[in-house]
Nanobody, 128 residues
Framework: QVQLVESGGGLVQPGGSLRLSCAAS????????MAWYRQAPGEQRELVAE????????????NYADSVKGRFTISRDNAKNTIYLQMNSLTVEDTAVYYC?????????????????WGQGTLVTVSS
């Protein structure tokens, strides 16, 4: 089992910065990717950024939504089983609940079936 806990959300001024954290616990060795999603009121949940956890000896790879490229940075600390989202130049359009996501593969007893887990979310409000 894997559990995710997000932190770091809050109220920030337009143009400001914020850093989100997501700590994974449990069977973290089964994870191969983690990501940040967000969902604004009345909107669909969208992918913000993703990063590989396993399968790459070092460095990893990242992917960003076009709307946040150049402003947001996703990173990981494998020793702490934690990913981060550094958000700069925030705008009111970035206001949303941000969710941490993890993808992995089950063990032998589960037929190595893919699984996905979600954190509870952390609210980011960008307002003047």
């Amino acid at each position: 089992q894997v559990q995710l806990v997000e932190s770091g959300g809050g109220l920030v001024q337009p143009g400001g910065s914020l850093r989100l954290s997501c700590a994974a616990s449990g069977s973290t060795n089964s994870l191969y990717a983690m990501a940040w999603y967000r969902q604004a009121p009345g909107e669909q949940r969208e992918l913000v950024a993703e990063i590989t956890i396993a399968g790459i000896p070092s460095g990893g790879s990242t992917n960003y939504a076009d709307s946040v490229k150049g402003r947001f940075t996703i990173s990981r600390d494998n020793a702490k089983n934690t990913i981060y989202l550094q958000m700069n130049s925030l705008t009111v359009e970035d206001t949303a609940v941000y969710y941490c996501n993890a993808e992995g593969t089950g063990g032998h007893s589960e037929g190595y079936k893919r699984f996905e887990v979600w954190g509870q979310g952390t609210l980011v409000t960008v307002s003047s």
